[in-house]
């Protein structure tokens, strides 16, 4: 993309399941502009560049506002139209179909293959590890985690984490950046993936 963040604008998808401080926090301090999107009328009047799905919530809570809102529709357009989307912890788990979470909730359906239980040590993982990765410069940076669930196996997978099994922690295609692992909370690590996801 060869973006500059101080140019562009993100608009931060109001899911309704969590405080968004830490993320538009993390985001001006990358230096991008920022606007919160309630409803699909706020992509349009806000000549957003780029969308974020936070990381808060379940997997049926977050695809019942979505759908509420219409946005759920929003996203896939946006995601037709080749353009940018960032999706944090759960908001990479809702492009897939389904979720072990909340089972007869259908996903966006983005990508192919449902989100499952881990077989972690400890329910949920808390805390901080290292990725494995041959996508960008993420290989073996330590980030954030907090999740029960997550997708074990996918197509579009970029990094990968090992707490008690192996699942996803990044996927990446086109257009498309989404991160198990909240950057947010990742302190200069987590906010330089941001960037140079979203500006290379």
Not at 127 to 139: F, I
Not at 174 to 185: C, L, M, S
Request: aromatic share 8%; charged share 20%; with cysteine.
């Amino acid at each position: 993309m060869n973006w500059q963040p101080r140019n562009k604008t993100l608009g931060v998808i109001n899911t309704k399941a969590g405080n968004l401080f830490s993320l538009f926090a993390s985001l001006k301090r990358i230096g991008f502009k920022t606007v919160q999107i309630n409803t699909s009328d706020d992509i349009k009047n806000n000549s957003v560049d780029a969308l974020v799905i936070p990381g808060q919530g379940r997997f049926g809570q977050v695809m019942k506002q979505l759908t509420a809102t219409g946005l759920d529709n929003s996203i896939i357009q946006w995601v037709r139209q080749d353009k940018p989307l960032l999706g944090i912890c759960v908001g990479l788990q809702v492009l897939f179909e389904q979720s072990e979470e909340d089972p007869g909730v259908r996903g966006l359906g983005i990508f192919a293959g449902k989100v499952e239980r881990l077989n972690s040590p400890k329910q949920p993982m808390v805390g901080w590890s290292k990725l494995n990765s041959r996508v960008g410069s993420m290989n073996e940076k330590v980030v954030y985690f907090v999740n029960s669930f997550g997708v074990k196996q996918s197509a579009v997978t970029a990094a990968t984490v090992t707490y008690g099994e192996q699942f996803v922690a990044a996927i990446y295609q086109g257009n498309i950046w989404a991160f198990q692992f909240h950057p947010e909370k990742s302190g200069e690590v987590g906010e330089e993936i941001i960037k140079q996801c979203l500006c290379n």
